[in-house]
C-alpha cells in the first residue's frame, strides 16, 4: 500500500541557509500534519493543512511557512536556519473526519552545520 | 492544557513475556482519542493500537492491548509474549476530537532481552 512519502531523507544545510522539505500524501488523504523531533525528544506538532487552507498550527517558529497544493501535497520552508533547528522532520496525513492517529511518513532527517 | 505523562523512561523484558507501559493524560475533555505509536531504530512513526473515549471496551490489536481507565486518566499498553521485533521506543499520545494535532509524552524506551 502507499505510503506517505517525504523528501529529502536527510538535508544538511548551513547556519543561515533556506531550506525545504516536501511531502506527498497517501492517495485520498486530504490532511497533512507537520512535525518536529527534536532529538531524545518528542515529536513536537508544528502545523496542518486541510484542502489547501492551514487548519491548526503549534508551535511553528515565524522562519517556517508552508502549505498545501492543489495535489495535496505539501511543503515546510525553514529560513534562516539555526543550529536549534536540526531535527527529524515527519510528515502525516489522513482523511479528513477519520477519527483514528494519522500515517506518519518516513522523515526528513535536517542538520544545520 | 492537555498533558501526557509517560512515567518510565526505560524497560526491559524478556522475550516472549508480558510487559505493560504507563501513561497518563490530564484533559477537561470528554470526547478525545488516546494512541500508542512505536519508533523503532529506523524512527518510523507506527501506529500501534487507538481507543477512542467513549468508548468502555479496551482495543486490543493481536499482541497489544490497552487498559483503558477514563476516571482514573490512565492508558496503559501490554504487550503479550514480547518479540525482539518490539524493541523500540513507545509514545503514548491524546487527540482531542476536534483538533488536528496529536500531543505526544516523552516516551518509553522498551529493550527485549533475548
Known amino acids: 500500500a502507499a505510503g506517505v512519502i517525504q523528501s529529502p531523507r536527510h538535508l544538511i544545510k548551513e547556519k543561515r541557509e533556506t531550506a525545504t522539505l516536501k511531502c506527498y500524501p497517501i492517495?485520498?488523504?486530504?490532511?497533512v500534519y507537520w512535525y518536529q523531533q527534536g532529538p531524545g525528544q518528542d515529536p513536537q506538532f508544528l502545523i496542518s493543512?486541510?484542502?489547501?487552507?492551514?487548519?491548526d498550527k503549534g508551535s511553528i517558529p515565524d522562519r517556517f511557512s508552508a502549505q498545501q497544493f492543489s495535489d495535496y501535497h505539501s511543503e515546510l520552508n525553514m529560513s534562516s536556519l539555526e543550529l536549534g533547528d536540526s531535527a527529524l522532520y515527519f510528515c502525516?496525513?489522513?482523511?479528513?473526519?477519520?477519527?483514528?492517529?494519522?500515517?506518519f511518513g518516513s522523515g526528513t532527517r535536517l542538520t544545520v552545520v | 492544557a492537555q498533558t501526557v505523562t509517560q512515567s518510565q523512561p526505560e524497560m526491559s523484558v524478556q522475550e516472549a513475556e508480558t510487559v505493560t507501559l504507563s501513561c497518563t493524560y490530564d484533559?477537561?475533555?470528554?470526547?478525545?482519542?488516546l494512541f500508542w505509536y512505536k519508533q523503532p531504530p529506523s524512527r518510523q512513526m507506527i501506529l500501534v493500537i487507538r481507543q477512542e473515549a467513549y468508548k468502555q471496551q479496551n482495543a486490543t490489536e493481536n499482541r497489544f492491548s490497552v487498559n483503558f481507565q477514563k476516571a482514573a486518566k490512565s492508558f496503559s499498553l501490554k504487550i503479550s509474549d514480547s518479540q525482539l521485533g518490539d524493541a523500540a521506543m513507545y509514545f503514548c499520545?491524546?487527540?482531542?476530537?476536534?483538533?488536528?494535532?496529536?500531543?505526544f509524552g516523552k516516551g518509553t524506551r522498551l529493550h527485549i532481552l533475548p
Open positions: 484533559t477537561s475533555e470528554s470526547d478525545y482519542y
Open positions: 492517495p485520498r488523504h486530504d490532511t
Open positions: 499520545a491524546y487527540r482531542r476530537d476536534r483538533d488536528d494535532k496529536i500531543i
Open positions: 493543512f486541510y484542502e489547501k487552507m492551514q487548519s
Open positions: 502525516a496525513s489522513s482523511p479528513r473526519g477519520v477519527n483514528y492517529g494519522y500515517t
